[in-house]
């Protein structure tokens, strides 16, 4: 989690120019550009002509701009004219029945954007044929309406009930089919011209708003009529996974990771990036859950979002936490996927070598949820969006996965045109090795693996943000099409629609969706777990064989830097224990580097939360500032002082290196800190007196760590035994030969004395 960057603008000026060589008074306009007011104010007043026309040809409706979502598009193809459509302004579904049985009508109520005039608007009805394809009813939501049109309602007044802003239209229209007409007291009846058998099916509904004068067709959406007369012998069983993260990218700088005080957003440095609507949207969705105890889903929480809400001091955000607890405690129905710290991409980071911090990834991504009063699963599912490598699921496996939620085009014998709706038995070679832990994590043999394929189309719509309720119904129906290709299959079938988006889903969709589950006849919600044990696989005759996925996008400068801060990780968890604070601090700081969130730019944010923090810890361990030492013979002990001002002991390795002393006992010794002030003794030896440097190195037990090092000055005095040998040959010969001088000096001076003096 990054930190938030603010970036200015500098709004700079420029100074009005003046025409050069322009004639009169340099204050005074010329007559052209006096003329130019008069021409602005004509155009202005032409503008104005034409602005209220448009709106006298619009029969005084507003219409409201805006862009249609890339999946629900507000356009549909009128019968009898061609391709031709028309934009939705803002008109969108309030509620709808979600399936039809024989002697129930349809019931729909729609809203459009509050008109100055409401009685020159209508709404029309057109019901479609029944379509017998999932693309066909993917090509039909998009507003591409293929099939003929079965019938058309005359308009329908829009009422002058209000709600924020906005008419409402509620229609309740009976439904003929096979010849019996039933509910609904409104003013038109939904015909499907069926006969018996051959009713059940999806029929698109187009809603349109018309402006009456004109006919002109001012905004329409396009959602679906489930009929179903009964009679299923194995509901089509959906696993709908629900992401509840309130992280999106970067770290927490600052924050403390295990500490026993309670913080809140603005501790963490999650306030500017989560704000009030991330928490608030979150609680929405938990109450939606637990209004729905009994629908079975599988959720997505990884540990970031668990150790931000259990560290959180926030009034507003600790029950979020006490719901989720027991929302996953008290009930089987909803089940939490195998977490992951934080949102990776497995393949990339496999690929780039650095595999050893999946485990670290799953390890502490279990721990946080542990700590935060969370039950773990006991099948361990790893989902992901994109294709898994076979060394990804290697390594994943080895690290306790035991199954995976995969696109369909992972494997080859899925094929992308139908439904995959049974999981998938593939063979997984042999690792040609074992991938290395940072110190969490145990590893256990690979094996062959059960896979099961997440829906695309169904997947995509929980993340749709405008028209959710339309986009819940839309996805209810669209799961009615699975099931009614192949209605009377006497096998157990099932699919998975998961949020592949990391923050949680619209609760208008989430509730709209879970409900029309719930009752539904012909759909079961059912967990992850609970689809991969009950829905029989499907495995050719020699399985399917996986598809490997693009190449690494990861820069290889980010692998680099990931692969030497696992190693400083692992070189500090050798010193202290793993479960500290700063391990895991350093670790969070880590695994949120690898986040396939991060925007770019943020990798290296994180690298220097990374590095401050590594620094933070390794300066709290030094050596007292530089000093000599003073040996007073030839061999002494060097004592070597080590100040810890942390609160944990430390283990360490002291080298010494010098070219000029020599250290019998070796010039290393591993140590403990335990205290403040820590001394150890080296054995040293001087090869002769003098000042020499000592370099003493604080090293982590494992890695190439360096914690504190320190340059020392050595005063040998100490005189060795040949030294002295031979200074006193030295005084011995010199005397001997001073001795040998002065005795012939004193002979040639005798014999000078007693030679004859000349007369």
Same mark, same amino acid.
Do not use: K
């Given at each position: 989690m990054g930190e938030t960057r603010a970036h200015s603008r500098i709004m700079k000026g420029v100074a009005p120019r003046t025409r050069p060589g322009s004639a009169g008074h340099p204050c005074r306009p010329s007559r052209r550009h006096r003329d130019r007011p008069i021409a602005s104010i004509l155009v202005i007043a032409i503008l104005l002509l034409v602005t209220a026309t448009t709106a006298l040809l619009l029969d005084g409706s507003s219409q409201v701009s805006g862009e249609p979502a890339a999946l629900l598009s507000r356009t549909t193809r009128s019968p009898g004219h061609g391709s031709s459509t028309s934009r939705s302004p803002g008109i969108?579904?309030?509620?709808?029945?979600?399936?039809?049985?024989?002697? $129930?009508?349809?019931?729909?109520?729609?809203?459009?954007?509050?008109?100055?005039?409401?009685?020159?608007?209508?709404?029309?009805?057109?019901?479609?044929?029944?379509?017998?394809?999932?693309? &066909?009813? $993917?090509? +039909?939501?998009?507003?591409?309406?293929?099939?003929?049109?079965?019938?058309?309602?005359? @308009?329908?007044?829009?009422?002058?009930?209000?709600?924020?802003? $906005?008419?409402?239209?509620?229609? %309740?229209?009976?439904? /003929?089919?096979?010849?019996?007409?039933?509910?609904?007291?409104?003013?038109?009846?939904?015909?499907?011209?069926?006969?018996?058998?051959?009713?059940?099916?999806?029929?698109?509904?187009?809603?349109?708003?018309?402006?009456?004068?004109?006919?002109?067709?001012?905004?329409?959406?396009?959602?679906?009529?489930?009929?179903?007369?009964?009679? &299923?012998?194995?509901?089509?069983?959906?696993?709908?996974?629900?992401?509840?993260?309130?992280?999106?990218?970067?770290?927490?700088?600052?924050?403390?990771?295990?500490? *026993? %005080?309670?913080?809140?957003?603005?501790?963490?440095?999650?306030?500017?990036?989560l704000g009030l609507s991330g928490i608030t949207h979150l609680a929405q969705?938990?109450?939606?859950?637990? %209004?729905?105890?009994?629908?079975?889903?599988?959720?997505?929480?990884?540990? /970031?979002?668990?150790?931000? @809400?259990?560290?959180?001091?926030?009034?507003?955000e600790r029950p979020i936490l006490g719901e989720l607890v027991a929302l996953t405690s008290n009930s089987a129905a909803h089940q939490l996927v195998d977490p992951t710290y934080t949102e990776i991409d497995a393949t990339e980071i496999s690929m780039s070598g650095i595999e050893n911090t999946l485990g670290l990834q799953l390890s502490l991504g279990r721990q946080m949820l542990s700590k935060a009063g969370f039950h773990l699963p006991a099948m361990r599912t790893w989902l992901s969006d994109r294709r898994l490598s076979i060394q990804a699921m290697q390594a994943l496996q080895s690290y306790g996965v035991q199954t995976f939620a995969v696109p369909p085009d992972n494997f080859q014998s899925v094929s992308t045109l139908l439904t995959p709706t049974s999981p998938v038995h593939y063979p997984l070679p042999a690792p040609t090795g074992s991938a290395s832990s940072t110190g969490t994590g145990t590893q256990a043999p690979a094996r062959d693996?059960?896979?099961?394929?997440?829906?695309?189309?169904?997947?995509?719509?929980? *993340?749709?943000?405008?028209?959710?309720?339309?986009?819940? $119904? /839309?996805?209810?129906?669209?799961? +009615?099409?699975?099931?009614?290709?192949?209605?009377?299959?006497?096998?157990?079938?099932?699919?998975?629609?998961?949020?592949?988006?990391?923050?949680?889903?619209?609760?208008?969709?989430?509730?709209?969706?879970?409900?029309?589950?719930?009752?539904?006849?012909?759909?079961?919600?059912?967990?992850?777990?609970?689809?991969?044990?009950?829905?029989?696989?499907?495995?050719?005759?020699?399985?399917?064989?996986?598809?490997?996925?693009?190449?690494?996008?990861?820069?290889?400068?980010i692998i680099s830097t990931l692969g030497k801060d696992g190693g400083d990780i692992a070189s500090v968890a050798s010193s202290i224990p793993a479960s500290s604070p700063t391990v895991l601090e350093l670790q969070s700081t880590l695994l949120d580097m690898e986040s396939s969130l991060l925007k770019p730019g943020e990798q290296s944010d994180l690298e220097n939360a990374f590095t401050a923090e590594l620094h933070t810890w390794t300066s709290s361990i030094t050596f007292p500032p530089a000093r000599s030492v003073i040996l007073t013979s030839r061999s002494a002990r060097v004592p070597i002082t080590i100040v810890s001002q942390g609160r944990l002991p430390v283990k360490a390795v002291i080298t010494l290196e010098s070219t000029t002393l020599e250290f019998p006992h070796g010039d290393r010794?591993?140590?403990?800190?335990?205290?403040?002030?820590?001394?150890?003794?080296?054995?040293?030896?001087?090869?002769?007196?003098?000042?020499?440097?000592?370099?003493?190195?604080?090293?982590?037990? %494992?890695?190439?760590?360096t914690i504190s090092r320190e340059r020392l000055t050595v005063h040998s005095t100490a005189v060795s035994s040949v030294a002295i040998v031979l200074s006193i040959l030295s005084l011995l010969l010199l005397a001997g030969w001073w001795l040998r001088s002065l005795h012939r000096s004193y002979r040639e001076k005798h014999r000078r004395d007693k030679m004859p003096r000349a007369a």
């Open positions: 969108s579904l309030v509620s709808q029945t979600s399936w039809v049985v024989p002697g $129930h009508g349809f019931d729909i109520s729609v809203s459009a954007p509050r008109p100055s005039a409401p009685a020159n608007l209508g709404f029309r009805v057109t019901v479609y044929g029944m379509l017998t394809s999932r693309s &066909a009813f $993917h090509q +039909a939501m998009n507003g591409n309406l293929t099939t003929q049109a079965l019938d058309s309602s005359p @308009l329908i007044p829009v009422s002058s009930d209000t709600t924020a802003g $906005h008419r409402i239209a509620s229609l %309740h229209m009976p439904v /003929q089919a096979m010849g019996a007409v039933g509910g609904g007291r409104g003013p038109w009846t939904v015909r499907l011209f069926c006969s018996p058998g051959t009713c059940d099916g999806v029929y698109p509904v187009s809603v349109s708003l018309v402006a009456r004068a004109t006919g002109r067709t001012i905004g329409s959406l396009v959602t679906a009529l489930v009929y179903y007369t009964g009679g &299923a012998t194995q509901p089509l069983r959906v696993a709908s996974v629900v992401p509840l993260s309130l992280t999106a990218t970067a770290s927490r700088p600052g924050t403390h990771t295990g500490a *026993s %005080h309670s913080i809140s957003s603005t501790d963490l440095g999650l306030g500017p990036r969705v938990v109450s939606v859950l637990g %209004h729905y105890p009994s629908v079975d889903n599988s959720l997505i929480l990884d540990g /970031q979002t668990a150790e931000y @809400l259990a560290m959180s001091s926030a009034a507003t693996g059960l896979a099961v394929t997440i829906d695309p189309g169904l997947s995509v719509r929980f *993340s749709t943000t405008r028209d959710p309720v339309l986009a819940a $119904h /839309q996805m209810l129906a669209d799961l +009615a099409e699975i099931y009614f290709g192949t209605p009377n299959d006497p096998l157990a079938r099932g699919v998975v629609a998961a949020g592949l988006s990391p923050s949680a889903p619209s609760p208008a969709f989430l509730a709209t969706f879970l409900a029309g589950l719930e009752n539904s006849p012909m759909l079961r919600s059912t967990t992850l777990s609970d689809l991969l044990s009950s829905v029989t696989p499907n495995s050719g005759a020699n399985g399917d064989r996986i598809l490997n996925p693009p190449p690494n996008s990861l820069d290889s400068a010794q591993l140590v403990t800190l335990s205290r403040r002030n820590s001394t150890v003794y080296f054995a040293v030896t001087a090869r002769a007196p003098g000042d020499f440097p000592l370099l003493a190195t604080l090293r982590a037990p %494992h890695g190439n760590l």
